[in-house]
């Protein structure tokens, strides 16, 4: 099969809040009492490697703060590894948080022909597309809003629709299908479906196990900024719930689709 994604020995460390709030004038008074040190950083990311094949679907598991989301934005770009390297073949639509690649100054219509055009598509195929995109949002009377008037729910469907009209070559989707009303859940299940039987590479960050079991090939399961294990979903969910989870009965595993 073809890589889709390869991160060879990927790490990553950030300022700390205490290293983001050490201002100048404080750090110039401490240096001249001789009492300055260097703020601490902490390592998020620690000697990642993982190759993703094309058309792979993979789950994301973990605790808050275990470096799911932060993995996910070495690979869309938006941040940039301390140290190793990541390879990406392919246009990405990353759905990673609310609001990611718009201009919440710029109307709704406006945003969906800048996030198509930086995907590679042109204005005029865009503006054709935009009526779907606005009718699958259920944002048919918001196209001249500006975004930062839409709700986080409306944000969220917008930044859906649009990620998912496109069709990209990789998929990223981290905590999107918890937002919003079941009408649109659903609607939102239907229209994953086809990327599951397409040959689009999916990343699926999900509290929900039974979104990964039922959606996933693989599952990476994250803790402390490591890749603790990773397999087939059901048995990399199933230890996941064993970890987290002493003592109570694990439900039989649901088959993966393929």
């Not at 790490?11 to 001789?34: A, C, H, I, P």
């Not at 996030?115 to 865009?126: D, K």
Request: include cysteine.
């Amino acid at each position: 099969m073809q890589e889709s994604i390869r991160l060879e020995g990927v790490s990553l460390w950030r300022r700390t809040q205490e290293e983001f709030s050490y201002d100048l004038k404080r750090t110039v008074l401490s240096f001249l009492e001789g009492k300055y040190r260097q703020p601490a950083k902490k390592i998020v990311l620690d000697d990642i490697n993982l190759i993703i094949e094309r058309g792979e679907k993979i789950g994301i598991i973990g605790a808050n703060g275990s470096g799911k989301s932060t993995m996910l934005k070495l690979i869309s770009g938006i941040l940039n590894p301390t140290s190793g390297v990541v390879r990406v073949k392919g246009k990405i639509a990353p759905l990673i948080e609310l609001g990611a690649g718009f201009d919440m100054e710029l109307a709704v219509m406006d945003n969906i022909i800048l996030y198509g055009v930086m995907l590679g598509y042109s204005q005029a195929e865009m503006r054709s597309r935009a009526k779907h995109i606005l009718e699958f949002a259920e944002l048919e009377n918001y196209a001249l809003v500006p975004v930062k008037g839409l709700s986080s729910g409306m944000t969220a469907r917008l930044g859906f629709a649009i990620a998912t009209d496109v069709k990209p070559d990789i998929l990223i989707l981290d905590e999107v299908l918890s937002v919003g009303d079941v009408s649109f859940k659903n609607k939102c299940s239907q229209k994953m479906e086809e990327f599951w039987q397409d040959h689009v590479t999916v990343l699926l960050v999900s509290h929900s196990m039974e979104l990964i079991r039922k959606n996933c090939h693989k599952t990476i399961w994250m803790e402390q900024g490591q890749i603790k294990m990773i397999g087939a979903s059901n048995d990399v969910v199933d230890e996941y719930l064993r970890c987290v989870s002493p003592g109570i009965e694990i439900p039989q595993s649901v088959t993966t689709q393929v």
